[in-house]
């Protein structure tokens, strides 16, 4: 008897999964273990997995659809075997209908959905040719694979000026492979210091006037902003440091280190100060549950990361027992996945404090909310040279905000100042955090 392979809960916060693409085609052996196709769930594209032996009989689902969970993608069974198509589940007569449960922690200043968009009707049957399916109009949001937006990436093609030819118009591996062999187009030439950004000078609109569909990472991060602004009593500490301590040990450790690859970023300290300061206040590594405060024994600490979807963050787990280089080489790993959208559910759930880093794009001071089921979150501004008082005199300092957002339930305004105190410490006596 055939075996049914349906769609699977990739993630605890997936309710559909979008099937982006078949690696095993109708016909083909499959043994257990074998990856059968990619799925998109709302944190980052998976791999299906097989369970059984056999042949892979059917392909219930064309690429491109979107599967609610539990619902058959194929059927796997002895050759020859003839196997009946389930029936189509009726779809969802509002979208708002089905709200998945509250999850664990997946993008940076809160995050997962409120409601999904409706199952779309499965596209062409695959075996007609890319070029019989109608190509899908251009609107303001580019309908791309993940595969093929990192290929795009890694040989630098500008996937916004192609016309995709998988399904519903959405590019594929191909069309960046076709693209990258074609001659680069000719740019206008510039005839002034203000040619570089002619969308500053553009008459018309600013973009199409219409209703663009929410991606499911963005209506998870939708619904998970709104429950932790509106359930959590957050109230903020601020405290500003003194980095240029920070700033010179990190430029002897790259430039001394650089032959062994070592490239470390503010952030890496920070992440590192950010866990041992948790041990000196340990109240704020906690979590709020209806039958008490969970107190966590390790420091998983979690950073935000942007990808064109909305954010996620990756966790770095047992952060207060790994050295500084061990902390920078996995945060610059987790990174990687995170914006190819191939992290694994334990890599960015799990986490029990985060940090939201904005200095890198300019930004001086913000507060950020807090990412549930964590009890706090740690704002970084960027470093600004100003003035500032030195004994009698003024000198030119190098200078960082740092805002705590803490939950009243968990954290008290003393524990929170506490916790800020011994992160100010320990990023303006940077080298013990090389201990």
């Known amino acids: 008897m055939a075996q049914i392979i349906t769609m699977p809960k990739l993630s605890d916060t997936m309710t ?3 099937l982006v693409k078949w690696l095993k085609p109708e016909g083909d052996p499959v043994q257990t273990g074998d990856i059968l196709a990619e799925v998109e769930t709302d944190k980052a594209t998976m791999e299906l997995e097989s369970f059984f032996d056999g042949i892979l009989l059917r392909q219930f689902v064309n690429v491109g659809a979107q599967v609610p969970i539990g619902v058959p993608l194929c059927a796997i069974g002895e050759k020859g075997e003839h196997v009946e198509a389930p029936p189509a589940p009726p779809a969802p007569s509002k979208p708002a209908a089905a709200a998945p449960p509250p999850a664990p922690p997946s993008a940076p200043l809160a995050p997962p959905p409120p409601s999904l968009p409706p199952v779309q009707p499965p596209p062409p049957p695959p ?3 890319p070029a019989a399916q109608p190509p899908a109009p251009k609107s303001g949001r580019v ?3 993940p595969l093929a937006r990192k290929l795009a990436a890694e040989k630098s093609v500008d996937f916004s000026k192609i016309q995709g030819t998988g399904p519903g118009g959405r590019i594929v591996r191909a069309d960046i492979l076709a693209a990258e062999k074609l001659p680069p187009a000719a740019s206008p030439q510039s ?11 553009a008459g018309g609109p600013i973009q199409p006037d219409e209703l663009v569909p929410v991606s499911a990472m963005r209506a998870t991060i939708a619904r998970r902003l709104v429950e932790s602004k509106t359930q959590i009593p957050h109230f903020y500490l601020e405290v500003e440091i003194d980095a240029g301590p920070l700033l010179a040990l990190r430029t002897q450790l790259n430039d001394g280190l650089a032959r062994d690859g070592v490239k470390l970023s503010v952030n890496d300290f920070i ?4 866990a041992q300061a948790l041990r000196a206040v340990p109240a704020v590594n906690s979590s709020w549950e209806e039958a008490g405060i969970r107190r966590h024994s390790a420091a998983h600490v979690s950073f935000a990361v942007a990808i064109d979807e909305g954010l996620i963050t990756p966790v770095i787990r047992d952060t207060h027992l790994k050295t500084l280089f061990q ?3 996995e945060a610059r790993e987790l990174a990687a996945l995170a914006k190819a959208r191939k992290l694994k559910p334990e890599q960015f759930t799990g986490g029990t404090f985060c940090i939201s880093n904005l200095g890198m794009m300019g930004v001086e001071r913000f507060t950020a909310i807090i990412n549930p089921p964590n009890a706090a979150i740690l704002a970084v501004g960027t470093t600004v040279r100003k003035p500032v008082a030195q004994g009698d005199r003024i ?5 960082m905000s740092l805002f705590l957002s803490c939950d009243h339930r968990v954290v008290d305004g003393a524990a929170g100042a506490r916790y800020l105190a011994a992160v100010k410490d320990l990023l303006e006596k940077p080298a013990l955090l090389l201990v």
């Open 16 to 18: 559909v999964g979008t």
């Open 127 to 129: 075996t007609a040719s």
């Open 143 to 145: 309908r791309i694979s």
């Open 191 to 201: 005839s002034g210091p203000l040619a570089a950004a002619p969308s500053l000078l």
């Open 271 to 274: 992440l590192k100060a950010s």
């Open 327 to 329: 902390i920078s080489a």
């Open 395 to 399: 000198a030119i300092g190098q200078r």
